[in-house]
């Protein structure tokens, strides 16, 4: 096997292995993160607020409709991750082909299904009269760039899954230059507003999804794809379905109470959505860093648990959390801090970013528990735990959320937000506990019946 790319994190220094998977993935997640932030800083700049707004208030519906095959896409990292590390090449080439006929054609129907009901969701939403035509305009030509959105996912996902995290980050880092200079000259240069950017971001995503393709293509592993060969194995097309459904659906539950608080933004107000809309996305990066070890931590335990290697499980746990917690107190306190620096690439409106300041105040401060709760959820999905998972977090985060979201209606001034805000870290925090709980019993179980398993074997 070719060892260039691949990595067994069956192996080595937990340490070593957690920190240099998570850092490419972490650029990566960033760099994915500024694509849209690239949007909303140039249109917010050279557009204005309603069009800042406009893009902004586009991410929840989004989200909203990729999770369920962002989900899947989780789902394809654990069935290969557990396959590579059990050594089995054959299930690991069956789940590749699958996973990337799942994508196209659900690519396909996503981008159709976008186009046609974009406008019907923002009105869900409650969105203001003055920016839904422009929120609408930008929500279709993104959906329309969705195949290739989900070609990456998927692709990367299965690199990730063999220990290759570097070369998603290039591709990333290649589109992302792409999407800047698009943005630049479609927004400043031909005056395109929301459509120039959503048409920067529709290429630049074609892009990184044609380089990981093509890799997936050229390599020489087990992971290699042919296209000829891409279809639907039943065995790894349920796997995926079992797994990755819980995550989806968790994911959609996600966005919907993200829909759902959205709503109450939207009712104090364009300058309200748009401070929101500015810290949201600093936030959103803030996010997407902590996030990059709950894939360090899904990869890891995926293939350990393929090896049935519970011990070193239990202490990858340990060391991704302590890494995870010690460097989000430090981001989270850094951004916070210098959150007014950061916001001013949005807008230069002093009331619009003294309502992005106060939100991160109350949410981005307190980002490092979101991390924790990552940690708990990644090794839960690297054993193959995805409905107890999916409760868990529905009950102690988005549950937590809704119930404090209520409690704090009705808005109508961004002052009226602050339970909102507070909402975020205390979900994070009780869903943190509540899967740390659940996985250490989960894996105490597992152990002791492997360990039945190996002595009815030897008996025999």
Excluded at 76 to 84: E, G, L, M, S, W
Excluded at 262 to 269: P, R, T, V
Excluded at 401 to 417: F, H, N, Q
Excluded at 443 to 457: A, I, T, Y
Aim: proline residues 2%; aromatic residues 10%; positive net charge.
């Amino acid at each position: 096997m070719n060892k260039k790319h691949t990595v067994d994190m069956t192996k080595g220094s937990i340490l070593k292995l957690i920190i240099a998977f998570a850092i490419p993935i972490m650029i990566s997640g960033v760099l994915q993160t500024l694509y849209n932030a690239a949007d909303m800083i140039v249109v917010g700049r050279f557009a204005g607020e309603k069009s800042l707004a406009a893009v902004g208030s586009t991410s929840s519906a989004i989200n909203l409709m990729l999770n369920i095959f962002v989900g899947l896409s989780s789902a394809t990292n654990v069935i290969v991750a557990r396959k590579f590390g059990a050594g089995n090449k054959s299930g690991v080439s069956k789940a590749v082909h699958t996973a990337i006929a799942v994508c196209l054609a659900g690519g396909i129907i996503l981008a159709i299904a976008g186009i046609l009901l974009s406008k019907q969701i923002l009105i869900w939403m409650g969105s203001p009269k003055d920016v839904i035509d422009l929120s609408t305009l930008y929500m279709r030509i993104y959906f329309a760039g969705v195949p290739a959105v989900l070609l990456y996912n998927f692709g990367s996902a299965i690199l990730r899954a063999v220990g290759d995290a570097k070369r998603p980050t290039y591709f990333l880092m290649s589109a992302g230059i792409i999407n800047v200079c698009l943005n630049l000259v479609f927004v400043i240069l031909f005056k395109m507003d929301v459509a120039g950017v959503a048409l920067a971001t529709v290429i630049s995503q074609v892009v990184s999804a044609l380089l990981v393709l093509r890799c997936l293509i050229k390599t020489d592993d087990c992971y290699k794809l042919s296209l000829k060969k891409v279809k639907m194995y039943a065995d790894e097309l349920k796997e995926i379905i079992l797994l990755g459904i819980p995550a989806g659906i968790q994911g959609s539950v996600f966005s919907i109470s993200n829909v759902i608080i959205q709503s109450s933004i939207n009712a104090c107000g364009s300058d309200v959505m748009a401070g929101n809309s500015a810290a949201s996305s600093v936030e959103g990066m803030v996010y997407i860093a902590l996030n990059s070890f709950f894939h360090a931590t899904l990869t890891f335990v995926g293939q350990n648990y393929g090896a049935h290697n519970f011990k070193r499980i239990r202490k990858g746990y340990w060391t991704a959390l302590g890494i995870s917690a010690t460097f989000g107190v430090v981001i989270s306190a850094a951004v916070s801090f210098f959150a007014p620096f950061f916001l001013q690439f949005y807008t230069d409106s002093e009331t619009v970013m003294n309502i992005g300041v106060q939100r991160m105040q109350y949410v981005c401060a307190l980002y490092f528990i979101c991390g924790m709760m990552e940690v708990g959820s990644g090794a839960l999905r690297g054993m193959g735990i995805a409905t107890r998972a999916m409760i868990t977090c529905l009950i102690g985060a988005c549950g937590t959320r809704l119930v404090m979201t209520i409690l704090g209606a009705p808005y109508s001034k961004a002052s009226d937000l602050i339970i909102l805000y507070a909402s975020y870290p205390i979900s994070w925090a009780l869903t943190a506990i509540a899967l740390a709980i659940l996985f250490f019993a989960i894996l105490k179980n597992r152990e002791r019946k492997w360990e039945q398993h190996k002595q009815e074997r030897i008996s025999q």
